[in-house]
C-alpha cells in the first residue's frame, strides 16, 4: 500500500450545509477502497449484452459511412513501438476490450499481460497470446520492476470516490501501483477520453447516445489532460509528456510517464 499518511481528515458535507471535518484512518481508505471495487465489480457484471451488441452495431455503422482515420488504438500503438524496451507489456483495466489485438498486430513482445478488476469482463477474452489476471484494484500480484511498459485506456475515470479528494487519492494510488511494477526506466502510459460531456458533437454523441442511452452506464467524473499530468506529477513519475488524439469518438488524450 502506497499511501503515506496514516490519518487524514475528510470533509463531510452536513444536512445544513456546513462542512465538518471527520477523522479518516488509513484503515478506513482500505476498506473503501475493497467497497468501491465491489461497487465497479458489480456495475460490470450488470451490463447488459444486448445492448452492447446494439452499441458495437452502431459503431460498426459509423465507421463504414464516416471511414473515421486515427484512433486512440492506433496512436497508443504507435507510441508502445518507438519504446526501446517493450519485452513485457501489462494492459490494465483490460476488460473484454480487444486492443490487445492491435498491440500484438505491431508489436511482438514476449510476455502480455492484462488485468482487471472484473474477472466477467477480463475473461470474456481468452487467447493463448495473453495472460489474465485479476486485480483487485489496489495491488497486483506482479513483482516490483518487472514490467516494460503498463497502459490503461479509459480506465481513470472509473477510479473513483465519494469526494474529491478521495478520488484524486484513489487515482494517484492507482499511478503508483502501476509505477511500483514497472521497471526504472519504463513508462506508465494512461490514453482517457477527454471530459465527453465538454466536448464537441461526437463526443457528446457517444457518451449521451451510446454510453448512456444505449449502454445505460452510469455518469462518471471524467478528467482533461491537465488534470492527468498534475496526477503524474503527484504520483512521482519522470519525464511526463502528454497528447490529444482527435478520434470519430471525440477528444482523448494520452500521458507518459516516466518512473
Ligand atoms: C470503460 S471500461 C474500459 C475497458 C477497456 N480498457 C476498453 O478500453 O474498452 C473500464 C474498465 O476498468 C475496469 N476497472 C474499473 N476500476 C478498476 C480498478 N480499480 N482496477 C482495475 N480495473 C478497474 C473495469 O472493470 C472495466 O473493465
Known amino acids: 500500500m502506497q499511501t503515506q499518511t496514516s490519518e487524514s481528515y475528510r470533509r463531510i458535507k452536513t444536512t445544513e450545509g456546513v462542512l465538518s471535518f471527520n477523522s479518516f484512518t488509513l484503515d478506513d481508505y482500505l476498506k473503501e477502497r475493497v467497497e468501491l471495487n465491489e461497487k465497479e465489480i458489480n456495475y460490470q457484471n450488470a451490463k447488459i449484452k444486448i445492448r452492447e451488441k446494439i452499441a458495437d452495431g452502431i459503431t460498426f455503422i459509423y465507421k463504414a459511412i464516416f471511414k473515421p482515420k486515427k484512433t486512440e488504438n ?9 519504446e526501446k524496451n517493450k519485452k513485457t507489456l501489462l494492459e490494465e483495466g483490460a476488460g473484454n476490450d480487444t486492443l490487445y489485438l492491435d498491440v500484438l498486430g505491431k508489436i511482438k513482445p514476449e510476455k502480455y499481460y492484462r488485468s482487471d478488476v472484473s474477472e466477467n469482463q477480463l475473461n470474456q477474452v481468452q487467447d493463448l497470446r495473453v495472460e489474465n489476471i485479476i486485480y483487485d484494484g489496489i495491488r497486483h500480484d506482479i513483482e516490483d520492476n518487472s514490467i516494460d511498459i503498463a497502459f490503461s485506456k479509459c480506465v481513470l475515470h472509473h477510479i473513483d470516490n465519494g469526494c474529491e479528494a478521495g478520488r484524486e487519492r484513489n487515482r494517484i494510488d492507482y ?9 526504472e526506466g519504463g513508462k506508465v502510459i494512461t490514453v482517457d477520453v477527454n471530459d465527453p460531456r465538454k466536448g464537441n458533437l461526437k463526443a457528446k454523441f457517444w457518451h449521451y447516445i451510446k454510453h448512456r442511452l444505449i449502454l445505460g452506464e452510469e455518469e462518471h ?8 499530468v498534475s496526477l503524474y506529477h503527484k504520483a512521482g513519475f519522470k519525464n511526463i509528456t502528454n497528447q490529444k488524439v482527435e478520434t470519430y469518438k471525440g477528444t482523448y488524450f494520452i500521458v507518459i510517464g516516466e518512473k
Request: with cysteine; glycine share 0%.
Open 221 to 228: 467524473n471524467f478528467l482533461d489532460e491537465q488534470k492527468a
Open 74 to 82: 492506433e496512436a497508443l500503438c504507435e507510441i508502445i513501438n518507438r
Open 175 to 183: 499511478l503508483i501501483e502501476q509505477k511500483r511494477i514497472v521497471k
